[in-house]
């Protein structure tokens, strides 16, 4: 079995595409309805390249997205050029004060495992304005509760990138350049985290190394 899974790994090195956008279509469904409920502002925290900010601008009224790297700030500044409703800021979710401001959706897109977890969680309930809503497409790492999750995720990358890239390509697209990093904690351990940090929060394992948080800010009203 790790043989073949070695032998898909490198194959799909060869015809790579990107999760994260893969994830879009989950993240737009609740911007609609965070929409349909009145909401009009985004935060992206850790936006890359800013494919996901451009559809929220779609959605949404007003749309920011933070990105710490400056190269891939600029990109993300190229990619919603035209947009006035759509603004990057090259600066890092601040976890000490975070952000006064309150959002109707925030969202955190493979970025979450690249911050202190505890922290992280608590800058986030912080930001998300009553009755508002916080998306995390997350990453974890791997057990062995996880190797059914993993199989067919390595397999279905590989007919993806196949479909995509028949000829196989050199190199990742553009909006895979963003800095990456290997996540530390387990499922199970982030979930108890953000159980204790985020009452009533929803989450699930998912495809292609990934998994869903939800949660829904209590409506003071």
């Not at 790790?2 to 015809?15: I, V």
């Not at 004060?97 to 690249?114: E, N």
């Not at 986030?124 to 995390?136: D, F």
Request: with cysteine.
């Amino acid at each position: 079995m790790s043989g073949l899974l070695s032998l898909l790994d490198r194959f799909n090195a060869d015809h790579p595409w990107s999760h994260n956008d893969a994830y879009a279509p989950v993240v737009l469904r609740h911007a609609r309805q965070v929409r349909r409920a009145g909401g009009t502002t985004a935060l992206d925290v850790g936006c890359g390249t800013g494919n996901l900010l451009l559809r929220l601008a779609g959605i949404m009224s007003e749309v920011t997205g933070l990105e710490p790297d400056a190269a891939t700030a600029a990109r993300a500044r190229d990619t919603v050029a035209g947009h006035r409703n759509a603004d990057v800021r090259e600066e890092a979710f601040d976890l000490a004060d975070h952000d006064q401001r309150r959002y109707d959706l925030v969202t955190f897109v493979a970025v979450l495992h690249h911050l202190p977890l505890t922290a992280a969680l608590r800058a986030a309930r912080s930001s998300v304005r009553p009755g508002g809503r916080l998306v995390v497409i997350g990453l974890a790492r791997e057990t062995a509760a996880d190797l059914p999750w993993t199989v067919l995720s390595v397999v279905l990358t590989a007919l993806v990138g196949l479909i995509l890239h028949p000829r196989g390509v050199s190199g990742p697209p553009e909006s895979m350049a963003a800095p990456t990093a290997e996540p530390l904690l387990t499922f199970e351990q982030i979930k108890a985290v953000a159980c204790d940090v985020l009452p009533g929060v929803r989450m699930r394992r998912s495809l292609f190394w990934r998994h869903l948080l939800v949660w829904t800010a209590p409506d003071d009203r």
